[in-house]
């Protein structure tokens, strides 16, 4: 149920007095003294302002319906102008434009549904508003950051940094991709802290994420990952983990923390997960998000997409499980890459499958707004690929000091241990040779391309190089230096098999998904 206010109540309270000044008079937001509220120079336009009125308001005044749904409204008409913009502009394709607005309205409505239904406590609805939605989202990075890596180099910085602290983990999942487990394998904490401060300072990042092994394992120095998150209060971090340890006591330190939010691995319900993940582990992940849900943490689910389990993950069943009954806020979808412990071609969705995937994922986020993002089917959403330190995009780091295009590519032409001996930065990392040159492919694939001519843009249904473009992408790597990250890295190199399969898999599924890139994003389909 609602909860209403009546007016006494309103005018007795000076948060929702305050709120309702700003919903029944919006020039006031202009004037924050006739507010009491001291809110940022940065909060320039009427979003920001909107988001930083809301943060300093709390969940107190956004449980007022009225002003929660005037804020998002407000956001949804500056999403919905600057898509006209777009393609008054023809910046992308009339589908690219479509998509990139859905995905953003279903991230919206994902937190105005979180804060209607009091699922936030007052630290996390403080940083999600002003942090993830304000930062990352709206203003996009720290500004003056950002100009000076514009001026320096020419284009935008990433504004994304994965970390993969340990390979240790608790489980022995099939087909783990990083083949983690008993390993001891981890980043020195000073070493981890110092990336999170150049990504901070030199990009103008805010957005941390956080892999594995299973972050929850990571110590050093007496230091565990909440440590880092606790010191960088103007970050937003995101942390894939299998969820087993999740104890009343670490949901807790989430919640107190309120910039952290989890993605816990599922393989749909019970049977499947169980199958991959171990006996009895699914118990103890739904144990784990009734803690997260408790504790009013915003979190989530990441979900792997095999050929046996594609159809299951995507079902009513499985999505109105979690986001109905265990109130998830958002999922991540996996395609099976066969890289890893035992990887193996058969796991591959099959063509037919990634098509049906496709369609499922937009439907949901358009029908029922809900924010479930696929890391290969949802490419039209980022523009493509986002590895390499793409603009906008990520590098990742793992364990050893290796840094990666991507987790999904574990090639690497250089350890950034060894870059800070020698003196170097993150910064110079970023401008290695081999990064350059898989961003040289993302623009010759159509990234940055303000053009509609079909032979010009490459088909971001099928984004990535490794995955959608093998053959390319071997030709591409062999022309650097690189180091595979294990050896399951350097077996697939040295495998024809793997070569040929993945060549003839990458042909099957563009003879399905090249004629619906081409008729239904090159035009408007209802």
């Known amino acids: ?23 029944l008079f919006p020039s006031f937001l202009n004037k924050t003294t006739h507010l009491g509220l001291n809110l940022p120079d940065k ?15 709390g969940p107190r005044a956004l449980r007022l319906t009225p002003l929660r749904h005037h804020l998002a409204k407000s956001l949804e008409e500056k999403l919905r102008r600057s898509a006209q913009l777009s393609l008054a502009k023809g910046e992308y394709l009339p589908g690219v434009v479509r998509d990139r607005l859905d995905m953003s309205l279903a991230i919206l409505y994902s937190i105005e549904r979180a804060l209607g239904e009091g699922r936030l406590n007052d ?28 001026a320096r180099h020419g284009v935008n910085p990433p504004e994304i940094l994965l970390l993969s602290p340990t390979k240790s983990c608790n489980l ?7 083949d983690s487990g008993g390993s001891n394998e981890k980043l020195p904490w000073d070493c981890l802290k110092r990336l999170v401060e150049e990504a ?75 199958s991959r993940r171990g006996r009895g582990i699914f118990e103890k992940i739904i144990a784990a998000l009734s803690r997260l ?60 499958q990634r098509l049906w995937m496709w369609r499922r994922s937009w439907e949901l986020v358009r029908n029922r707004r809900i924010f479930i993002a696929d890391f290969w089917n949802s490419g039209t959403a980022s523009l493509g690929c986002i590895a390499a330190g793409r603009e906008g995009g990520y590098l990742a780091v793992d364990w050893n000091g290796w840094v990666l295009p991507c987790v999904f590519m574990p090639y690497s032409p250089v350890n950034i241990k060894e870059a800070y001996s020698q003196g170097k930065t993150l910064e110079d ?64 190199l040295q495998d024809p098999a ?24 090159y035009r408007l389909v209802s």
Not at 43 to 57: Q, S, V
Not at 123 to 150: C, H, M, N, Y
Not at 467 to 488: A, G, K, M, V
């Open 429 to 492: 990392v970023w401008a290695h040779p081999f990064f350059e040159r898989l961003r040289k492919w993302q623009r010759q694939y159509g990234y940055k391309k303000k053009t509609q001519n079909q032979e010009a843009l490459g088909n971001w249904m099928m984004p990535c190089p490794i995955r959608d473009h093998h053959f390319e992408f071997r030709q591409l790597i062999q022309q650097h230096h690189f180091t595979p990250e294990d050896e399951n890295a350097a077996a697939a």
């Open 172 to 178: 022995r999942c099939s087909g783990c991709y990083a």
């Open 43 to 57: 909060a320039a336009t009427w979003p920001e302002r909107l988001l930083d009125l809301a943060a300093y308001l």
């Open 123 to 150: 630290g996390t609805t403080r940083q999600l508003l002003q942090v993830f939605a304000g930062d990352i989202l709206v203003r996009k990075a720290e500004p003056s950051a950002k100009q000076r890596f514009l």
């Open 200 to 274: 901070h300072d030199l990009w103008g990042a805010r957005f941390i994420v956080f892999s594995g092994g299973e972050p929850l394992i990571y110590r050093d120095k007496g230091n565990t990952l909440l440590e880092l998150v606790e010191a960088f209060p103007d970050c937003f971090f995101m942390m894939y983990t299998n969820g087993t340890l999740i104890s009343e006591e670490i949901a807790q330190r989430i919640s107190q923390v309120g910039n952290l939010m989890p993605a816990v691995s599922v393989e749909g319900l019970k049977e499947a997960t169980d």
């Open 1 to 23: 149920m609602k909860r209403k206010f009546s007016p006494a109540q309103v005018n007795a309270d000076p948060f929702l007095r305050r709120a309702a000044m700003a919903l």
């Open 498 to 521: 793997y070569f040929q399969g993945l060549v003839a898999y990458n042909k099957a599924v563009a003879e399905l998904l090249d004629p619906i890139w081409k008729n239904e994003y």
């Open 293 to 352: 849900r408790q504790e009013k943490v915003f979190f989530g689910i990441s979900m792997t997409a095999t050929k046996e389990n594609a159809l299951h993950l995507f079902s009513d069943e499985v999505i109105d499980f979690y986001f109905d009954e265990m109130k998830a806020n958002f999922a991540w979808v996996f395609h099976y890459m066969p890289i890893g412990r035992s990887f193996t071609l058969d796991l591959l969705p099959t063509p037919e």
